[in-house]
């Protein structure tokens, strides 16, 4: 089955700095997803891209489907940006495919 | 107003004890979810209707029955709880197949001592 490998495991930031997440996946997909999961466990969606460039305040997220790969930036980080950051991504199927994790840690 | 809303949020039982969690989502979404979080923080599907009809029924034991009386309700039925059932369970939603968007609830810590 297709594989999603996201780097790096674990991030730990000042507030203020920039941040790139990588979200690697092993085979074409027709969906991808990122969700932030806060200290208390909500997940949130962040992004729908399955490819192109959003861009939703701070964040913006870069999906090259060609190249199997997928970034999500973090500019000017703050502490309320701790968390876990999931890509998901779907085939054919309804079912979403996860990675990982990146877990993000910000101090103030 | 919740998109996708479970219930309870938090959940102790004791083992052996049977319990439910409720998802409803008001999203007119077609496509219905269970995902169980472990420790690890690892979400790993467990079951998916589409149009109140099962699609995905990934390996778990039969102790868990999801049931979907409506397009927007899929609730989780868990008979026997086992220390091991302990995890957050979030339910999600998504329109048509494929490629959509997912929408998550905010999740049920279950905890059985």
């Known amino acids: 089955g297709i594989q999603v490998e996201q780097s790096p495991p674990d991030l730990i930031l000042q507030e203020g700095a920039n941040s790139t997440l990588r979200c690697n996946f092993s085979?074409?997909?027709?969906?991808l997803q990122w969700f932030h999961q806060n200290p208390w466990g909500q997940l949130i969606n962040l992004f729908y891209?399955?490819?192109?460039?959003k861009q939703n305040g701070r964040l913006s997220a870069t999906t090259v489907a060609t190249e199997r790969y997928s970034l999500l930036y973090i500019s000017s980080s703050q502490t309320t940006d701790s968390g876990v950051y999931f890509c998901?991504?779907?085939?054919?199927?309804?079912?979403?495919?996860w990675g990982a994790g990146t877990k993000l840690i910000i101090k103030p | 107003d919740t998109a996708v809303s479970q219930t309870p949020k938090y959940l102790v039982t004791q083992m052996g004890n049977d319990k439910s969690i409720k998802c409803e989502q008001n999203l007119g979404h077609d496509t219905m979810y269970w995902y169980k979080q472990d420790s690890k923080k690892f979400l790993k599907i467990m079951f998916s209707?589409?149009?109140?009809?099962?699609?995905i029924n990934e390996t778990v034991p039969n102790r868990f029955s999801p049931k979907s009386p409506d397009k927007a309700h899929l609730n989780l039925h868990i008979n026997s709880l086992e220390l091991g059932d302990s995890a957050v369970y979030f339910c999600?939603?998504?329109?048509?197949?494929?490629?959509?968007?997912?929408?998550f609830g905010q999740g049920t810590r279950l905890t059985v001592v």
């Open positions: 085979d074409s997909v027709n969906n």
């Open positions: 891209i399955p490819s192109g460039t």
């Open positions: 209707y589409n149009n109140k009809e099962l699609i």
């Open positions: 998901a991504v779907v085939r054919s199927n309804y079912q979403l495919i």
């Open positions: 999600a939603s998504s329109h048509g197949q494929g490629a959509r968007q997912a929408f």
